[in-house]
């Protein structure tokens, strides 16, 4: 009884330890930061400067969020690593976005004209890394593999086209 009774013991202990081991994984994803140009200086680890373009009108909202360009996370409901939002400003705007290391990662961006949190293809603007094709075909979600680019340990750049129905 005694050794049914450790093996119970032991397996509900390594069951508890991976679930510790899960929490830090899971807290990687989903964080809601501001615009931090400080955190995209030499030295302070990986980053990307996003330039977004052709940005259509100053009224709403820009949402930038970075992904890992993976078949796991890229677009994933709850999967996006980092989040910002500031108020639209027509032509372009250019965010410091932190990575947590080096790593290969994608950018989605969206332009939410009336401000409200939803999406609404008939109006919104939307933007990816590599400036991928968006067509109906692929409902505005592009693979991965063409939205992805390579971070070292420093700061890279990217330009990125705002895209309207």
């Not at 615009?35 to 052709?54: F, L, M, Q, Y």
């Not at 593999?145 to 990125?160: N, P, R, T």
Request: aromatic share 8%; net charge positive; with cysteine.
């Amino acid at each position: 009884m005694t050794t049914k009774l450790a093996a119970v013991t032991g397996t509900a202990a390594v069951a508890i330890a991976g679930l510790a081991l899960a929490t830090p994984a899971e807290a990687q994803y989903r964080e809601k930061i501001t615009h931090d140009p400080s955190r995209c200086e030499a030295g302070k680890g990986a980053g990307v400067w996003v330039t977004i373009n052709e940005i259509k009108q100053s009224k709403g909202t820009i949402r930038i969020q970075s992904y890992r360009a993976t078949k796991e996370d890229w677009l994933k409901k709850g999967r996006w690593i980092y989040r910002m939002e500031a108020p639209a400003k027509a032509g372009s705007m250019r965010f410091c976005m932190p990575l947590p290391g080096a790593g290969h990662y994608g950018i989605a961006v969206r332009h939410d004209l009336d401000g409200d949190g939803e999406t609404d293809i008939f109006g919104d603007g939307g933007a990816m890394s590599n400036d991928p094709s968006i067509n109906i075909f692929n409902l505005g979600k592009p693979s991965y593999k063409k939205v992805g680019f390579d971070v070292g340990g420093g700061v890279e750049k990217i330009s990125i086209r705002m895209r309207y129905r």
